[in-house]
């Protein structure tokens, strides 16, 4: 008899981006697995995005479990924490509600992990126009991720465009030659749920800017390496303005991490236990 426990629960994070959400989730629907469940990570949204979810719930092809919370301002490393906690798996992917996976995106993922170890992918950001303009057979039949079909809808000529083009064994070259970090990235990492949870998640001071990458030093800091996939595992970002982005939770956060890189911080306080005498 089959499990019924998935081998990976993605975690999507969201807040009042319905459109975005809906063009992320048919993502999930054309996967080369379905051995994974949709842990949806909502940092406050109105009644919409529930009714979207109960919506596609009638017929998807993997289990939706919806993690809300009322709208406090931006709290996601908060619902992201409750959102750790929900998932039913031992291992742990997290992305988006705005961005589309590409249909092998959970298969390179499951294909890549390993213990003592989490992955780092990144993600192709897309114009507004273009993110506008996608519509369910374009995800169907992948052409969002067709540097060809995005150029005939104005995207320009750029040498990130390799992250679509890259073949297995192009891709393999250029996750071992960029220069960019194996960060954990919100958008784009995976990792084991008991690693997440021994450095008790996210810090909940934090709200946007470089959290993600927080959790990824603390992780490092316990003696998790990290495997770089950037150019393996795609997904594509549709843009959107960030009006929660201010330079003083920048300057905050870049303080905390800061305190994590020097002093080689494992544990966050103010993580998914609240109980601050105790650890995981």
């Known amino acids: 008899m089959k499990s019924l426990k998935p081998s990976v629960s993605v975690i999507l994070s969201t807040y009042n981006a319905v ?57 996601k490393s908060r619902i992201l924490n409750k ?35 989490f992955l780092s992918g990144g993600y192709f950001k897309l114009p507004l126009d273009i993110s506008n303009s996608i519509n369910l057979p374009d995800i169907q039949n992948q052409n969002c991720f067709d540097v060809n079909w995005l150029k005939e809808r104005g995207l320009k000529s750029s040498f990130k465009n390799k992250k679509l083009t890259a073949g297995k064994f192009t891709s393999r070259a250029l996750n071992f030659l960029t220069p960019t970090n194996a960060s954990w990235n919100g958008h784009n990492a995976s990792g084991w749920k008991e690693d997440i949870v021994r450095v008790n998640g996210f810090d909940e001071r934090m709200q946007y800017g470089g959290q993600d990458r927080e959790l990824g030093e603390r992780l490092m800091n316990s003696g998790i390496k990290s495997i770089q996939i950037r150019y393996t595992a795609i997904c594509v970002h549709l843009d959107h303005a960030r009006g929660y982005k201010t ?19 494992t544990y966050a306080i103010h993580g998914i236990n609240k109980n601050h005498d105790v650890t995981i």
Request: charged share 30%; with cysteine.
């Open 83 to 117: 959102a750790i906690v929900a998932c039913n798996s031992d291992y742990i992917l997290m992305s988006d509600g705005d961005c589309i996976p590409k249909n092998n995106f959970v298969e390179e993922h499951l294909k890549h992990r390993r213990k003592g170890y």
């Open 19 to 75: 459109d975005w959400l809906e063009k992320t989730l048919w993502g999930y629907q054309f996967q080369t697995t379905f051995d994974f469940e949709i842990v949806i990570a909502d940092d406050g949204s109105g009644p919409q995005t529930k009714e979207l979810l109960e919506e596609f719930s009638k017929d998807f092809p993997v289990p939706i479990i919806h993690v809300w919370q009322e709208d406090e301002g931006f709290q």
């Open 247 to 265: 330079q003083e939770t920048l300057d905050k956060n870049a303080a905390i991490r800061k305190n994590t890189r020097d002093n080689k911080v």
